[in-house]
């Protein structure tokens, strides 16, 4: 603890704010937990992350003010159950706030499952003589039980006796040949063990009496599995000699007329602060921070082994907590900068998770081109994106979560679909009628991804406001003789209830962020657009618990007045709650949202159907949005940029022809 006390002050007052929690400051703020609360040995920590000061104070603070530090941990007793969320004072060395969560009462709701749990269910299962019997019916050896792979699964919410204030997970296991073997081909159907953690025993089991055989034909995915590759691929090296056009400085980015400050926090990974850009002599804020709070992947298969399953992975898990290392040259290419992040681990100690972060640029194609073929002026520029992504895996899923910065104002969030889907064995000879199968005896519940963009938004000031537009036909008469006009329609979302809203591509639906205290070059409310894609919504049925717990996804577009508070898309403590929290709560209040200081909330994501293609893993599948500048700058914003031709491209099989294709 000394010397902790001693690496904190020297932590220069120049620190930002919203830098995340340094090493240091993690083992000050759980040591002073501990200490000041008395923490039994038995407590863990489920997430500590920094409790960020206020937007006012910060959008006013400069070097040389700090700001006081504060960092926030949720913790609970393994013994009792207790459930704790502490707020410390870094600087004054206290416990500011300690408040318990009532966990046992109605609507419940539990801290995330913490990777500790996820070994310890393995021994508890496999400790239950209920459950060694039913592998045993289904043929399993001694030998075989030991190798079997017990996946631990957040339990949702079913208004049961049996599940209420208790820390619930729920297990379903898998056959193994050996311990590298993958799990997912071979689902051990018919069996489900509900392990109470605390009590540490298996307190409900689901045995079928029917027996659907095990699928053992191995589909394995490691390098071992497949030694015969493909010979004609030659190397294509991103080369930047003179390094790359971004500069960082602690957590700040700058690359051309972007910046912004990275964040991070053990609930939803990567964090971005204080976003803004250049225009001529101006820095234009966009947004105060950015971040995915919230995502839930509901199944849609009825029977034992599914239709529970709902994982909610950044409250149910945490998307920083289970944040991959990248490696270089293979997640990413070219000049990388990575980012190191501390965060605590179960116990409260701190652990730095080596380039959690990827930061580097790409080519990204044609930017603009015009070809006039009257007086034979021909001008093409090239775009180049600057991307900040992070990826998360959680059980079988990954995911990666991908920011890009593009030449002309845009910004895009893109989540990167990946791992190995969800598996179903199918008794042989029959179907199976809740998804595609992927592999002999094998199926893929359909299920649904659904992710939830929350985005702070001060374009050009903390007082901005959301309109709705879209295309509407105009009937033909006196006004439209041709029949060819549509009209395009805008009416404001003034109060947070009339802004929980559907996209529809029919009318190309779209919402815009603006700022009506200024004028733009055309005597407009600058603005960003959100351009939604054509996403589903939750197909789960009005009261069925996934989708009361889950409501967010039942809308694309949510607007909320700030509240530092309201910071998830599912509220607090999404883990075993009875539903109802997060964005249908928050927008019950129905604020004034015109002119205020507001949070645009945007849900994304995709229905899933799986094929074979999908197995043993599966290709990468996107979903996310775009924000477009519109009305924000008085022109294309990437004119100014050069007409350099690529030097080292070559054309030609011998690669002699130099340059690029144009210009
Ligand atoms: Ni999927």
Not at 196 to 215: A, N, R, S
Not at 233 to 258: C, Y
Request: hydrophobic residues 35%; aromatic residues 10%; glycine residues 8%.
């Amino acid at each position: 603890m000394t010397k902790t006390t001693s690496a904190t002050k020297t932590m220069p007052d120049t620190r930002h704010p919203l830098d995340p929690l340094s090493e240091a400051e993690i083992t000050l703020a759980c040591d002073l937990l501990k200490k000041q609360k008395k923490l039994s040995a038995s407590t863990r920590f489920a997430f500590v992350q920094l409790e960020e000061p206020v937007k006012a104070d910060v959008l006013t603070w400069g070097p040389g003010k700090p700001l006081p530090r504060a960092a926030a941990a949720t913790v609970f007793d393994t013994k009792t159950g207790r459930v704790h969320v502490g707020i410390v004072d870094l600087d004054k060395k206290a416990v500011t706030s300690w408040l318990e969560h009532p966990a046992k009462q109605h609507p419940y709701g539990q801290p995330p499952v913490i990777i500790e749990e996820f070994f310890k269910v393995g021994d508890i299962v496999k400790a239950d003589a209920g459950w060694r019997k039913a592998m045993k019916r289904r043929g399993l050896t001694e030998k075989d039980i030991e190798l079997v792979q017990v996946d631990p699964f957040s339990s949702g919410y079913f208004d049961r006796e049996i599940e209420k204030g208790r820390r619930l997970v729920t297990a379903v296991s898998y056959w193994r040949s050996d311990i590298k073997d993958n799990g997912y081909a071979h689902p051990i159907e018919g069996v489900v063990a509900t392990v109470d953690l605390i009590e540490e025993k298996v307190i409900e089991l689901v045995d079928e009496k029917e027996i659907i055989p095990i699928p053992k034909t191995k589909r394995n995915y490691n390098r071992a599995a497949y030694p015969n590759t493909r010979k004609d691929i030659k190397p294509l090296d991103i080369v930047q000699a003179a390094g790359p056009s971004f500069t960082v400085d602690g957590w700040q980015v700058r690359w051309q007329n972007w910046s912004f400050r990275v964040g991070f926090s053990a609930r939803e990974g990567l964090v971005l602060n204080q976003i803004g850009i250049r225009d001529g002599k101006k820095q234009r804020p966009i947004m105060y921070r950015a971040s995915i709070t919230e995502m839930v992947v509901p199944y849609a298969d009825p029977t034992a082994n599914h239709y529970w399953k709902s994982a909610f992975d950044a409250g149910e898990y945490g998307l920083g907590k289970l944040a991959n290392a990248l490696e270089l040259g293979c997640d990413c290419l070219g000049h990388i900068h990575y980012f190191d992040v501390p965060v605590a681990d179960d116990y409260g100690v701190p652990t730095v998770m080596k380039n959690a972060i990827c930061l580097h640029e790409e080519d990204y194609g044609v930017l603009w081109k015009h070809y006039e073929f009257r007086n034979d002026t021909f001008e093409v520029r090239r775009s180049r994106r600057l991307v900040i992504s992070s990826f998360a895996t959680v059980g079988n899923y990954d995911y990666g979560f991908y920011w890009y910065f593009y030449q002309d104002g845009s910004i895009q969030h893109e989540v990167k679909l990946t791992g190995i889907i969800q598996t179903a064995a199918v008794a042989p000879g029959s179907g199976y009628p809740w998804g595609g199968m992927v592999a002999e005896g094998l199926g893929g519940p359909t299920h649904q991804h659904f992710f939830n963009a929350r985005l702070d938004m001060m374009v050009d000031g903390a007082k901005n406001t959301v309109t709705e537009h879209e295309f509407i036909p105009r009937p033909w008469g006196r006004d439209n003789p041709h029949g060819n006009v549509f009209d395009t329609t805008s009416r404001v979302l003034a109060r947070e209830r009339d802004a929980a809203r559907e996209a529809d591509g029919r009318t190309g639906r779209f919402w815009k962020i603006s700022n009506t205290n200024v004028k733009n070059s055309v005597g407009n409310a600058p603005a960003y657009k959100l351009a939604a894609s054509a996403s589903p919504l939750m197909l789960a049925q009005e009261g069925c618990s996934m989708r009361s717990r889950g409501g967010f996804a039942t809308k694309h577009l949510w607007v909320t007045k700030y509240d530092p508070a309201e910071r998830y898309a599912s509220g607090n403590f999404p883990n075993q709650h009875a539903g109802g929290d997060g964005l249908p709560k928050f927008i019950a209040q129905n604020r004034a949202i015109e002119n205020e200081n507001i949070v645009v909330w945007h849900t994304f994501g995709a229905t899933h159907f799986c094929r074979p293609e999908d197995f043993p893993v599966m290709p990468v599948e996107t979903a996310g949005f775009m924000l477009k500048p519109n009305g924000f700058f008085a022109e294309n914003p990437a004119m100014d940029l050069p007409p350099d031709k690529n030097a080292a491209s070559v054309t030609g099989a011998d690669g002699t022809g130099g340059g690029s294709c144009c210009s």
